[in-house]
């Protein structure tokens, strides 16, 4: 059974870091890309980043470039979300997602797993 189980969601004031984890299982972790989302009440699912299957490239949406970094350990299954520079709009419900092959992705329709989400609140 494939499992993608988050963990690393908070409330921060705005200008903060956090860091989002999401360890999967399940399935060869290191033969698929990986992508975080996040769905806010005014923009629906929104894609965020996302990491190749060897880490070697990522993407990332503009809103967050320069702030946020994705990043995986395939020795331990998990890929990772750190956000520095938090703004009150990087509010929302934060998903991590595995893709349906190893080359990253930014459109929704090409993953095919999702995290239970994380809940992440920038605000002072």
């Known amino acids: 059974e494939v499992r993608l189980v988050q963990s690393g969601g908070a409330l921060v004031q705005p200008g903060g870091s956090l860091t989002l984890s999401c360890a999967a299982s399940g399935f060869a972790f290191d033969d698929y890309a990986m992508g975080w989302f996040r769905q806010t009440p005014g923009k629906g699912m929104e894609w965020i980043s996302s990491?190749?299957?060897?880490?070697?490239?990522?993407d990332y949406a503009d809103s967050v470039k320069g702030r946020f970094t994705i990043s995986r350990d395939n020795a331990k299954n998990t890929v990772y979300l750190q956000m520095n520079s938090l703004k009150l709009q990087d509010t929302g419900v934060y998903y991590c997602?595995?893709?349906?092959?190893?080359?990253?992705?930014?459109?929704?329709?090409?993953?095919?797993?999702w995290g239970q989400g994380s809940q992440v609140t920038v605000s002072s």
């Open positions: 990491i190749s299957w060897s880490g070697d490239s990522q």
């Open positions: 997602a595995r893709a349906r092959d190893g080359y990253r992705t930014t459109h929704t329709q090409d993953y095919n797993y």
